[in-house]
């Protein structure tokens, strides 16, 4: 349903009358009362409704997934790596497609929404991300791993210092998840090369935490 204020695209029978122009919805109804932003004619017209098609949407989150409905409009068209925000009674999440599921069994990389039996997502607005700690003195023994939870745009730099509670470590490199776009490696480790935390499958680090290592 349309509400007050909001914007629509009408064909303007002052104005415009071939072509759509832009009205604000003063009055919403069977008959709603618009108004043409470009000339500014106030008039009662019927609105029609965009066409939704429901969706089913899987979300996954730190190893965890959800099912969950909701309307999207029906000329949608979708491809894996993009990015929306899941907006259902269960979730409001920005969520990156990972897998489109045309059929039993059927996957595939770009749809027509309509054609979508079931869209597999994971959230990205806050990610977990695994860090692969070694000791600065170098002893692979003391290999330890931990766990991050930052926001997806969060940035890991390759040769920066980063601290997290009583953590503090150096980024030596970072390895690029399969869905990720637009990374010329699948493995960044030169010094300043970074990578979105929604895009990182693992970062490996040189221990830098006094608490943990001060064994003399
Ligand atoms: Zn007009």
Redesign the pocket.
């Given at each position: 349903m349309t509400e007050t204020g909001d914007r629509v695209g009408l064909a303007?029978?002052?104005?415009?009358p071939g072509e759509e122009?832009v009205h604000e919805v003063l009055r919403p109804g069977g008959q709603a009362t618009v108004r043409?932003t470009?000339?500014?004619?106030t008039y009662k017209t019927e609105i029609p409704e965009e066409e939704t098609v429901g969706l089913t949407v899987i979300v996954s989150q730190d190893g965890e997934s959800f099912s969950t409905e909701m309307d999207v409009p029906a000329d949608t068209y979708v491809s894996t790596g993009e990015e929306f925000v899941v907006d259902s009674p269960d979730a409001l999440m920005q969520v990156r497609v990972t897998g489109i599921e045309v059929g039993p069994e059927q996957r595939v990389e770009e749809a027509d929404i309509e054609d979508v039996e079931t869209l597999w997502t994971r959230a990205v607005d806050n990610v977990t991300v695994p860090v692969t700690l070694h000791p600065k003195d170098g002893n692979a023994d003391q290999t330890r791993s931990l766990r991050v939870n930052v926001p997806g745009d969060y940035e890991f730099t390759v040769g920066e210092t980063v601290e997290f509670g009583d953590e503090e470590f150096v980024v030596e490199g970072v390895q690029i998840r399969e869905d990720a776009p637009e990374y010329r490696h699948e493995k960044l480790d030169h010094d300043g090369d970074f990578a979105y935390a929604k895009d990182c499958k693992r970062v490996y680090a040189r221990d830098e935490s006094l608490t943990a290592w001060s064994a003399w």
């Open positions: 303007c029978p002052s104005c415009s122009t043409c470009d000339c500014d004619h």
